[in-house]
């Protein structure tokens, strides 16, 4: 690997951004794919750069080739290097309880946010890293990126509405909130008045969670890890 690549790719890794390092087995040349740039030893044609980029976004290391039979072309290892997946909750309820393990164990890094102190304490989310400050001071303070779901589940709007604020004008690709149909039209009209777009509106996933039938903390915790996947991997979850 040259030199500048190296110091390229340890450069982005240290400030969290996204990179694909690409290498060209036919000729051991190197490129790097971001997001919004390209540097390296050679190009990319139109159709490669997207699927590079789509490794990127979903963290697939692997081939990936435009030869066919009896035709020239290319074969390239994409090795892909992201910065941590991370689920910001608000609410340190009993649902967060049941969601910290099972976000953790599918790859996300998890802050609990919530001022009330006995709620956020480390006998009830051991392990787990937590923010007593206000909700939108701490997702301010955390510099959400495109690689961050957010999930609000006090039923407190003196909490729940500053968050999602934030949120909704950040590049999270998730954003749920927790509450009934009944409650989520009032929290729609509070956030409109506050400036919200219909379009920020939209982002909000509510009720939140896939419609499974869930009823009990767990249950939910799960329906919610599923629909935040099923956003991640564009699986269609509406």
């Known amino acids: 690997m040259k030199r500048d690549i190296t110091e390229r790719l340890l450069a982005a890794r240290k400030a969290g951004r996204p990179v694909a390092l690409v290498t060209?087995?036919?000729?051991?040349?190197?490129?790097?794919?971001?997001e919004d740039a390209i540097h390296g030893g050679f190009?990319?044609?139109?159709?490669?750069?997207?699927?590079?980029?789509?490794?990127?976004?979903?963290d697939r290391s692997g081939l990936v080739s435009d030869l066919e039979e009896d035709e020239d072309g290319v074969q390239l290892f994409v090795q892909t290097h992201n910065p941590p997946l991370r689920l910001l909750v608000v609410g340190a309820v009993h649902i967060a309880q049941a969601l910290a393990p099972l976000a953790a164990l599918t790859g996300y890094a998890v802050t609990v946010i919530d001022p009330r102190g006995s709620f956020a304490t480390e006998s009830r989310f051991p392990g787990v890293s937590l923010h007593d400050s206000w909700p939108d001071e701490a997702l301010s303070a955390l510099t959400i990126d495109n690689r961050t779901a957010v999930v609000t589940l006090t039923h407190d709007p003196k909490l729940d509405d500053p968050a999602l604020l934030v949120a909704l004008r950040s590049p999270a690709f998730y954003v749920g909130s927790l509450g009934s149909k009944r409650t989520h039209a009032k929290r729609l009209e509070r956030l409109k008045e506050q400036g919200v777009t219909d379009a920020e509106l939209a982002r909000i996933h509510a009720p939140v969670g896939l419609d499974i039938g869930a009823v009990t903390p767990a249950e939910i915790a799960?329906?919610?890890?599923?629909?935040i996947t099923a956003v991640r991997r564009k699986a269609g979850a509406a």
Do not use: H, K, M, N
């Open 24 to 34: 060209d087995l036919g000729t051991g040349l190197q490129t790097l794919v971001y």
């Open 43 to 58: 190009g990319l044609e139109d159709d490669l750069l997207e699927e590079v980029r789509e490794r990127l976004r979903q």
């Open 222 to 227: 799960l329906s919610v890890i599923a629909q």
